[in-house]
Every structure is written in structure tokens, then in C-alpha cells.
């Protein structure tokens, strides 16, 4: 899943199981994107808490900007080590996107980063059908 989950539920009657779910917790939880893994007894099946609080939409925001941004910088031919001055807009957003600062500024090697739309290079994306403007210069 590219967006994290708050938690995997596993259900099964089986304690054979049980103990597999339990050693495979760590596969579980990178394979899914999620926070936790619980295991329930009762009929064999798998539910995903797909709810998305504050915490997983930043982390979701965060992740889907990040992945833009390093092919916008793949594609304008930056080097790995380059600065960028970053700026991001999305209505109704600003909150989470402010909140995503610390973790967008590391990934993405920013030296700048505010709300706003000035830079050279320009994309937008749609996150949870609102539009995120994302805009970059190299930093001077």
C-alpha cells in the first residue's frame, strides 16, 4: 500500500497461525505500510483500519510529495547532493503541509521550504481530490 494504514487485523482459530503471524509481524507491517499488526482469535481472515487521522494523512502527504519531488529533480537533471528552495500550496492543506515540513525539507534536500507557488520548476498533484501545487529552484 503507498498510503499507511493505522493497523493489520488478522483473525484465525489456529495457534499454529497465530505464532507465523507473530514471527512474520515485521514483514507484515513493511509489506502493508502499517503501524501495528493484531491478531484475533476467530474465522481466518484479514482486515486493513484504513482510516486516515492526522498523523497517517501527513505521513501519506508527506510520501506522495516526496515521490514528486525526486522525479521532478531526476527529471531537471539535479544532482544528488544539490539544494532547492521547495515551495508547496494546497488549498485547505496549508496545516498538514506545514506539519510535513521536517520530513520534506530531509528527503528532499531542502535549504528553503514555505507556502507558496515561485519557483522554475512546477507540477502539480491531487491529494485526497484537493490540488497540491509543488514549485523548486535550485538554492543560491
Given at each position: 500500500l503507498r498510503w499507511p494504514i493505522r493497523e493489520v487485523i488478522v483473525s484465525t482459530s489456529e495457534e499454529k497461525r497465530e505464532e507465523a503471524i507473530k514471527q512474520l509481524e515485521n514483514v507484515l507491517l513493511r509489506a502493508c505500510n502499517a503501524k501495528k499488526v493484531v491478531v484475533k482469535k476467530g474465522?481466518?481472515?484479514?482486515?486493513?483500519?484504513?482510516?486516515?487521522?492526522?498523523?497517517?494523512?501527513?505521513?501519506?502527504?508527506?510520501?506522495?510529495?516526496?515521490?514528486?519531488?525526486?522525479?521532478?529533480?531526476?527529471?531537471?537533471?539535479?544532482?544528488?547532493?544539490?539544494?532547492?528552495?521547495?515551495?508547496?500550496?494546497?488549498?485547505?492543506?496549508?496545516?498538514?503541509?506545514?506539519?510535513?515540513?521536517?520530513?520534506?525539507?530531509?528527503?528532499?534536500?531542502?535549504?528553503?521550504?514555505?507556502?507558496?507557488?515561485?519557483?522554475?520548476?512546477?507540477?502539480e498533484l491531487v491529494f485526497m481530490g484537493k490540488k497540491v501545487s509543488i514549485a523548486f529552484s535550485r538554492s543560491k
Open positions: 474465522r481466518g481472515k484479514i482486515q486493513i483500519n484504513a482510516h486516515l487521522d492526522e498523523e497517517l494523512m501527513i505521513e501519506a502527504l508527506a510520501s506522495e510529495l516526496i515521490r514528486r519531488i525526486q522525479a521532478m529533480r531526476k527529471k531537471h537533471g539535479f544532482k544528488v547532493g544539490e539544494k532547492i528552495a521547495l515551495e508547496v500550496f494546497g488549498e485547505g492543506l496549508e496545516d498538514l503541509l506545514m506539519k510535513a515540513k521536517e520530513k520534506l525539507v530531509q528527503k528532499v534536500n531542502a535549504s528553503t521550504y514555505k507556502i507558496g507557488k515561485e519557483g522554475a520548476f512546477k507540477e
